[in-house]
C-alpha cells in the first residue's frame, strides 16, 4: 500500500459548522452520550443554557480513567439543540437533522482501527484522546469556547440550512437524486419556473478563482492543509505563505486537520466575517445531494470556496497514477450541472499535490482539476470522518 507520509488529519470543523443539537435544562444531565441520531428536540433560548449543558455533559476524570478509546469518543461529541434546523455536535460539527451519529461514530472508530495509516497520523479518535489528557478544567473551558461560537453562528447556519434545503430539492427537478434531510417550509420552483424569489434558483454553472492568482502547489508532502489554507486566504486578500499557515492548521506533529485550517481561516484568513465563516459539516450515506447543495451554496451565496477533507484513490481522482490511500485537503471553488444538455454535476476544485514534485517520472497533478460531484462526495465519505468546510 502506498501513503503519502503525513496528510490530513480530518476533525471536527464548520461558517457554518454542520450543527447538532440536545436538549434544554430539563435533559442537559442526561446528555451525556451523543444521541443515536442527530435530533433537534428543544432549542436552549439562552447561552446560559448551552453554558450550563457543556459544564453538566462533560465526562469526569474518573470516567476518562476507565473509558476504552471508543468510549471516549462517544463521551465527548456530544449534540445540542442550537437551531430548529441543523445539529450541532462537539468536535465533530454540524450535522443534518435525522443524521445517525451513533452510527457516525461506529465507523469513524472503525475506520481508525481497520486503516489507521490510510488517514495521514491521528484521526478524530485520536484527537479525541489527547483531548482526554489535558486537565478537565482546560478540556470544559475548549468545549465552552465552542458552544459559545456554535450559538453565536446558529441562526446563520439555520438560514443556510434552509438555502441549501432549496437548492437540493431544485436539484430534484433538474433530475438529481432527492434529498435524504428534513426540509420544509421553502418554496422550490422548478427550472421551468421565473425562480421567484431569485435566491432559490442558482445558476447552472458557476466558478471562482484562478488558479494563476490564487493556486498553491503543497511544498512538503503533508502540507496540503497548508497549501488549502494558504488559498483559501489568498481568495480574500491575505497573503500568507505556506510554512506561515502550519503551524495554524496543525493538529498533530504531521498532520492538519480540518478543524485547524477552518479556525486559522476564520481567524486569520479573512473569513471572520458571519456571511464568510468557514463550518465543517458532517454528511452521512445518501446525503450526495445534500453535499452538492452545500457546495453550490458555498460558491453562490457566500462567493467563497469551500476545503475538502478526502482519501486520494485514483477512482476519486483519475489524475493521479496510483493509489495513495491517504486523507487529503483540496479546495472547493466551482460547479457545473449540465454536459452535452444532461444532467451530469461536476465539481471544480483547486489541487495542491502535484506527484512529479516528489516522484521522478511521475505527472504533473496539481492545478484547476475538475471530478463528478459522485466522486468528490465519494471521495468525502471514504474518510472516517466524512466532512467538508463550508458555510
Not at 453562528?153 to 433538474?174: F, Q, Y
Not at 486537520?257 to 486569520?268: C, H, M, R, V
Request: glycine share 8%; hydrophobic share 40%.
Amino acid at each position: 500500500m502506498n501513503v503519502l507520509p503525513g496528510s490530513q488529519v480530518p476533525a471536527p470543523f464548520p461558517r457554518r459548522r454542520l450543527r447538532a443539537v440536545v436538549a434544554a435544562s430539563v435533559i442537559l444531565a442526561a446528555a451525556s452520550f451523543a444521541p443515536a441520531t442527530a435530533t433537534a428536540t428543544s432549542v436552549p433560548t439562552t447561552l446560559a443554557a448551552v453554558e450550563s449543558w457543556v459544564r453538566l455533559s462533560s465526562p469526569t476524570d474518573a470516567t476518562i480513567a476507565r473509558a476504552s478509546e471508543a468510549e471516549l469518543l462517544r463521551l465527548f461529541v456530544r449534540c445540542l439543540p442550537l437551531s430548529e434546523g441543523p445539529v450541532y455536535c462537539l468536535h465533530l460539527g454540524w450535522a443534518a437533522p435525522g443524521t445517525d451519529i451513533g452510527g457516525a461514530l461506529s465507523r469513524i472508530i472503525e475506520g481508525t482501527i481497520r486503516e489507521p495509516e490510510t488517514i495521514g497520523g491521528e484521526s478524530l479518535v485520536g484527537e479525541i484522546v489527547a483531548f482526554a489528557a489535558l486537565p478537565r478544567t482546560t478540556r470544559v473551558d475548549a468545549e465552552l469556547d465552542e458552544a459559545r461560537e456554535a450559538y453565536v453562528d446558529a441562526a446563520d447556519v439555520a438560514a443556510d440550512a434552509a438555502r441549501v434545503r432549496a437548492i437540493g430539492e431544485w436539484l430534484v427537478d433538474r433530475g438529481g437524486a432527492a434529498p435524504t434531510s428534513a426540509g420544509g417550509g421553502v418554496t422550490i420552483l422548478g427550472p421551468e419556473d421565473p425562480c421567484e424569489p431569485p435566491e432559490i434558483c442558482p445558476p447552472d454553472e458557476l466558478s471562482i478563482m484562478s488558479w494563476a492568482s490564487h493556486g498553491s502547489e503543497q511544498k512538503e508532502l503533508n502540507w496540503c492543509g497548508p497549501a488549502s489554507a494558504r488559498m483559501a486566504g489568498l481568495w480574500k486578500g491575505v497573503v500568507r505563505s505556506q510554512a506561515d499557515w502550519w503551524p495554524l492548521t496543525q493538529a498533530s506533529e504531521c498532520c492538519s486537520s480540518l478543524p485547524k485550517i477552518k479556525n486559522a481561516l476564520n481567524d486569520y484568513g479573512g473569513y471572520s466575517a458571519t456571511a464568510d465563516k468557514f463550518h465543517v459539516t458532517y454528511f452521512d450515506d445518501g446525503q450526495l445531494n445534500l453535499y452538492l447543495s452545500t457546495v453550490i451554496n458555498r460558491i453562490w451565496q457566500d462567493n467563497d470556496p469551500a476545503v475538502s477533507s478526502v482519501m486520494l484513490k485514483t477512482q476519486w481522482f483519475p489524475y493521479f497514477t496510483e493509489d495513495w490511500n491517504s486523507g487529503h485537503f483540496q479546495v472547493v471553488r466551482g460547479y457545473y450541472l449540465e454536459v452535452g444538455g444532461s444532467y451530469d454535476p461536476h465539481v471544480q476544485i483547486f489541487e495542491p499535490f502535484d506527484e512529479s514534485r516528489f516522484f521522478a517520472g511521475h505527472p504533473v497533478t496539481s492545478g484547476p482539476r475538475t471530478v463528478t460531484d459522485n466522486q468528490l462526495y465519494n471521495a468525502t465519505m471514504a474518510q472516517p470522518e466524512n466532512r467538508i468546510a463550508a458555510s
